[in-house]
């Protein structure tokens, strides 16, 4: 594989882009373990005190329980995420089996890897597999969704077999109209 | 160009669409000049088949001329008369190099979707849903082909636009079903559905060597064309025991194959298929599987039963246990389309087969909404529909 197209450049960052778009609707974890802790038997110690307390006080108490244990059991803080605090650099691992020799796949990665800047801490190992079964990839981004790290070693699987990426980007429907003039005029 | 676009469940409408150009280097363009209505395309029009989305352009049966080509396509060239295979495959994964195109790691570009529906997502497919890929399907003037080399097979000179146009998915996939069948002289094979897929395998059935063929359905238009033209016995599944009299024509032991060409909308008259509809209609079980049932109980001790007609979702009351204890085998899958082309458009140029018996109806494209709806309710004595985009002729 020598050089990869601009266009399939293009064609892979919308993929990572709808990838993080899919992730954006999971929470992400942002609280470490051990504030998560403290956060469910805080949580845990006020709710049990405020329901032996049958007041509007007491009711308050009980919500502000739940939702410390909700914050610890999730590991998702909203005033975290509405501060910008960004959560422990958990390594987030993938894996895919490639139909190439290692160094095919190598000079892929190096054409693609420095984007988006969530790969820039990536982690790409390559393990030949018997039999011409392959290489085994296995990629670990720290700080990155699950998702990203899949559509990432799809995409590289992809260039890699195939030497293009997948995509129905662009083609036509009857879904927007007049956009350019017909072939049958 | 002008494309059939679907708009919603028993709504498709033939519309003015941008062209399709060549997006990425293996791609071509092709200007459609035969376009079929497969029955599969009939889930899409009933809104059985989820993640359509409004718009999409339908087909996926289809042939024409080669008008544009990517830098990186070889083996096709413009002007070349060619047949695409509904299945898009890349030709280089394991899959592909196994001859298994159907399940192709690499062309599907909303494989999550499939993964989170399946575990594993196989190949894109033309015109058929975004769950396997969202690619524009070929009931249009021109369709991209993606992966061009590996797809497109060239169409010899003697063998007829409509000759070819089957050997991109009815003709392999009745064959493969049939395949399937692990046939040996003197075997009788039961099929049950006796639309195109239906009479292709028949028909592959004696090529690969039955015996005896039984075609099960309940439309006289198709039985009377299993028995004219695919030399089958028929049974007629509302007039008879379905169990019961192929017991008595094969001397008390059943089918030695049973193929289900109907799949996950199968009609019946009997309890369990009208408990299936009821629970369809609540979305409680996505597939109605009366055929697959009597196969099952049909098929003789140690026989196979191949599964054609396309399932979708989630199955009640299969009867695994008749399954187990009669020690069937069960296959299944989507037609790997690439391996049998070019051996069944040989069988089809040389005069072994004309694939063309099944047309019933000739239509322009514009007059497709009237094809789907002919084909649905069976009106017309429909069993297949061909649309000419360019024939101006309706």
């Known amino acids: 594989v020598d050089g ?22 999971r929470r992400v974890v942002n609280v470490t373990d051990a504030e998560r802790l403290a ?43 509405a501060m910008g605090v960004q959560g422990p650099a958990a390594a987030v691992p993938g894996t895919v089996t490639i139909r190439a020799p290692v160094e095919v796949i190598e000079a892929v990665w190096r054409d ?14 390559c393990t030949p597999l018997p039999a011409g079964r392959g290489t085994r990839v296995d990629l670990t981004v720290a700080r990155a969704s699950i998702e990203t790290v899949t559509e990432t070693l799809r995409a590289l699987k992809q260039l890699a077999e195939t030497g293009e990426v997948a995509t129905t ?6 879904r927007r109209r007049g956009s350019r003039p017909g072939r049958s005029g | 160009m002008r494309a059939v676009c679907w708009y919603g469940p028993r709504d498709v409408r033939v519309e003015e669409v941008p062209d399709p150009v060549v997006v990425n280097p293996r791609d071509a363009v092709v200007k459609v000049t035969r376009a079929a209505i497969c029955g599969s395309d009939l889930h899409l029009y009933g809104g059985q088949v989820p993640t359509m989305q409004r718009g999409d352009i339908m087909g996926h049966e289809f ?73 524009a399907g070929g009931q249009a003037e ?46 009788t094979v039961a099929v049950w559905g006796c639309g195109p897929v239906g009479q292709f395998a028949i028909k592959s059935a004696y090529l690969l060597g039955a015996d005896r063929v039984i075609a099960i359905d309940r439309f006289p ?29 094969t001397g008390g032991r059943g089918p030695d194959a049973c193929i289900d060409a109907v799949g996950m909308e199968a ?87 004309d694939p063309t018996f099944v047309i019933t109806h000739r239509l322009n494209l514009a007059d497709a909404p009237h094809g789907y709806a002919i084909f649905q309710e069976k009106r017309d004595r429909c069993v297949k529909v061909v649309l000419t985009p360019w024939d101006q002729r309706t």
Not at chain 1, 169 to 174: E, I, N, P
Not at chain 2, 113 to 128: S, V
Not at chain 2, 291 to 313: F, H, N, P
Not at chain 2, 319 to 330: R, V, Y
Request: glycine share 14%; charged share 25%.
């Open chain 1, 4 to 25: 990869v197209a601009s266009t399939t450049l293009a064609v892979i960052r919308g993929g990572v882009r709808t990838a993080a778009r899919r992730a954006g609707r």
């Open chain 2, 221 to 249: 238009e198709r039985l009377e064309m299993a028995a004219r033209d695919g030399k089958a016995e028929t049974l007629d599944y509302e007039a008879t025991d379905v169990h019961e009299e192929l017991r008595a024509r």
């Open chain 1, 39 to 81: 956060s469910v038997v805080t949580g845990g110690a006020l709710a049990a005190f405020a329901l032996r307390r049958r007041s509007l006080g007491g009711a308050m108490l009980g919500l502000l329980g739940s939702a410390l244990v909700c914050r610890g059991t999730t590991g998702h803080s909203t005033v975290y995420e």
């Open chain 1, 169 to 174: 980007a662009g083609q036509s429907s009857g």
């Open chain 2, 267 to 353: 009609h019946g008259s009997t309890l369990d298929a009208i408990y299936d509809r009821a629970k369809q209609a609540v979305w409680a079980e996505t597939d109605r599987l009366h055929a697959l049932r009597q196969a099952i109980l049909a098929c003789r001790k140690g026989g196979v039963v191949s599964l054609t007609g396309v399932y979708g979702g989630f199955l009640d009351k299969v009867p695994l246990g008749a399954g187990f204890a009669k020690g069937l085998t069960l296959r299944m899958g989507q037609t790997h389309v690439h391996r049998y082309m070019a051996p069944l458009l040989e069988r089809v140029q040389r005069g072994e087969i």
């Open chain 1, 112 to 125: 693609v890897s420095g984007f988006p800047h969530e790969l820039e801490e990536a982690e790409l190992r």
């Open chain 2, 142 to 187: 021109y369709v991209r082909v993606p992966f061009a080399d590996v797809g497109a097979l060239r169409i010899p000179d003697g063998v007829s636009d409509e000759q070819a146009l089957f050997v991109g998915d009815v003709f392999p996939t009745g064959y493969m079903a049939a395949d399937r069948c692990e046939i040996r002289p003197g075997d």
């Open chain 2, 63 to 135: 042939m024409g001329e080669v008008v544009e080509v990517g830098r990186e396509v070889r083996r096709v060239r413009v002007g070349d008369r060619v047949v695409v295979p509904f299945v898009i495959a890349c030709g280089r994964c394991e899959f592909c190099e196994r001859g298994l195109t159907a399940l192709c790691d690499n062309t599907n570009p909303n494989a999550w979707m499939a993964e989170e529906l399946y575990g594993f997502a196989g190949a894109g497919l033309f015109g058929y849903s975004h769950l396997y890929g969202g690619y």
